[in-house]
T-cell receptor, first 113, second 114 residues
Framework: EAQVTQNPRYLITVTGKKLTVTCSQN?????MSWYRQDPGLGLRQIYY???????DKGDVPEGYKVSRKEKRNFPLILESPSPNQTSLYFC????????????FGPGTRLTVT | GENVEQHPSTLSVQEGDSAVIKCTYS??????FPWYKQELGKGPQLIID?????GEKKDQRIAVTLNKTAKHFSLHITETQPEDSAVYFC?????????????FGTGTRLTIIP
């Protein structure tokens, strides 16, 4: 089954404790991205990757890091999480570029206390 | 950069009636306009999209219209059913140095009243 998986689905952590949210897709897509979803703000892009070893900032990259060492994986790293990073996070992949159909993962709800 | 505004933020309609969600965008260079549906506890899923060379597109009970002059596009759902209850996002895409970046609206929570 074609899908995007994210882990963990739920995470509660404390300020400053490094964490990684994993994302994996099995569709051989070149383009992957991370979004955060906040009430009243919609979906905002954090980082994107157009292929292996090619990453760039989206609209809200502060406080986040990413890497793309393999085509299927695109982890999101929070080196020192803060409460304003409490949000619902989605990983997405697509064939080609951001204008193609985005396939979203199920989401990771992160709470930073 | 692109700015997409979406209205209304919440919408309740009786089952069987029609629902309309409207979006406006700021950058006339945008040329791709998808709509995503997000069901409770899931990620958004593409339901319909339209490109700038087309004024209207239909897929069963769902249609999207685009007015490039006015820079707005709308989602129309006819004969609404309970399974249409969800959050709907519009988006606009413009080419940006090879990254055709999607900018999303703020979402509309649609509730179908049985």
């Amino acid at each position: 089954e074609a899908q995007v998986t994210q882990n963990p689905r739920y995470l509660i952590t404390v300020t400053g404790k490094k964490l990684t949210v994993t994302c994996s897709q099995n569709m051989n897509h070149e383009y992957m991205s991370w979004y955060r979803q906040d009430p009243g703000l919609g979906l905002r892009q954090i980082y994107y990757s157009m292929n292996v070893e090619v990453t760039d900032k989206g609209d809200v990259p502060e406080g986040y890091k990413v890497s793309r060492k393999e085509k299927r994986n695109f982890p999101l790293i929070l080196e020192s999480p803060s409460p304003n990073q409490t949000s619902l996070y989605f990983c997405a992949s697509s064939r080609g570029t951001g204008a193609a159909e985005q396939y979203f993962g199920p989401g990771t709800r992160l709470t930073v206390t | 950069g692109e700015n997409v505004e979406q209205h209304p933020s919440t919408l309740s309609v009786q089952e069987g009636d029609s629902a309309v969600i409207k979006c406006t965008y700021s950058d006339s260079a945008s040329n791709y306009f998808p709509w995503y549906k997000q069901e409770l506890g899931k990620g958004p899923q593409l339901i319909i999209d339209i490109r700038s060379n087309v004024g209207e597109k239909k897929d069963q009970r769902i249609a999207v219209t685009l007015n490039k002059t006015a820079k707005h596009f709308s989602l129309h759902i006819t004969e609404t059913q309970p399974e249409d209850s969800a959050v709907y996002f519009c988006a606009a895409s413009m080419s940006n140095f090879g990254n055709e970046k999607l900018t999303f609206g703020t979402g509309t929570r649609l509730t179908i009243i049985p």
